[in-house]
């Protein structure tokens, strides 16, 4: 037998019911949170891409990254970029989608970029950083890069991970790894006078060149230095120079820098030397080891020392 409590009872809470789904229903689509939030420190300024961010920046702001921001940027001006994962957004990243380079870097600034993943960027060069020159502002770009990860870029010509040209670019405790390209697929150090130092535990990896250089070709002009800790390891390359290519550049290992375990398809499966004034040099206790099919080859140009060990 039903008692009279029990219907009442049920009628109450059929009520509250359709009363609940009724207040879902009626929530607006933008309640929920942007996969990307970008803020500006200094105006305390919210934006939902990197690109409109920096627009809208003066120089020497700092920006801050939540979550992860799809697109392409490009700065012209100088900022300092950090990022700030936590459980609500996720891993800071900037996502390239596979639809162009991820950041540009042009026209004399200095910009520091920190706590952020770069990656799936897509372009002929420098899928995931490029410096670049602006010729109606003629300087060099200074580019450090703190405690971040350039990973799964892709460039159909060179500099999977990065394409440094004219720049004077610094990883401290960062790391350039699982990227592609013909040449230089980790790093591509400039056609002109380019700078690169890596610091602290800073490493180029798992990246894969189809021609030379898995991990850093240093072109014209170029100037290459390892140190404290940093490594060039377990690069791969079909051609010359599994770690590293030198061009008509400088390299230099200092520390306990080493350059271990990158393969090639032809020679130097750790250190390539291309050009007749190509320099390499090892300092303290830096060290080539373990890279096959050999550590070090020179370019067998007149004069040259073949393979040195």
């Known amino acids: 037998m039903t008692r009279i409590s029990d219907v009442v009872r049920r009628g109450f809470a059929l009520i509250a019911a359709m009363l609940l789904a009724g207040a879902v229903m009626a929530m607006p689509a933008m309640a929920g949170r942007p996969n990307c939030l970008v803020a500006n420190l200094e105006t305390g300024n919210s934006h939902q891409t990197l690109q409109a961010a920096v627009d809208a920046a003066s120089p020497g702001d700092s920006l801050q990254v939540k979550g992860t921001c799809a697109g392409n940027t490009t700065i012209t001006k100088d900022l300092n970029i950090s990022g700030k ?31 952020l993943r770069i990656a799936h960027g897509a372009a002929d060069f420098g ?24 990973s799964g870029n892709t460039a159909s010509t060179y500099g999977g991970g990065i394409a440094n040209d004219h720049g004077i670019v610094t990883l401290v405790d960062s790391s350039v790894r699982g990227n592609t390209a013909v040449t230089g697929a980790g790093i591509h150090n400039s056609r002109d006078d380019g700078t690169l130092t890596l610091r602290g535990k800073s490493s180029v990896s798992g990246n894969h060149a189809t021609g030379d250089a898995g991990g850093i070709y240093s072109d014209t002009h170029g100037n290459v230095t390892l140190m404290d800790r940093s490594s060039v390891h377990h690069n791969t390359a079909g051609e ?5 290519v030198v061009g008509d550049s400088v390299v230099v290992l200092n520390d306990q820098s080493s350059v271990r ?49």
């Open 85 to 115: 994962s936590n459980p609500a957004f996720g891993p800071a990243t900037l996502d390239g989608l596979e639809a162009g380079r991820v950041v540009t870097i042009r026209g004399s600034v200095a910009v520091t970029i920190s706590e």
């Open 127 to 150: 899928a995931g950083v490029a410096t670049e020159v602006d010729f109606s502002r003629p300087g060099t770009n200074v580019v450090t890069i703190v405690e971040s990860v350039i």
């Open 240 to 244: 010359n120079g599994g770690g590293i």
């Open 261 to 309: 375990q990158n393969t090639a398809g032809g020679d130097g499966g750790g250190v390539y030397i291309v050009a007749m004034f190509g320099v390499f040099e090892m300092n303290d206790s830096s060290s080539v080891s373990g890279n096959s099919p050999n550590n070090v080859c020179q370019a067998p140009w007149p004069g040259s020392l073949g393979c040195i060990f």
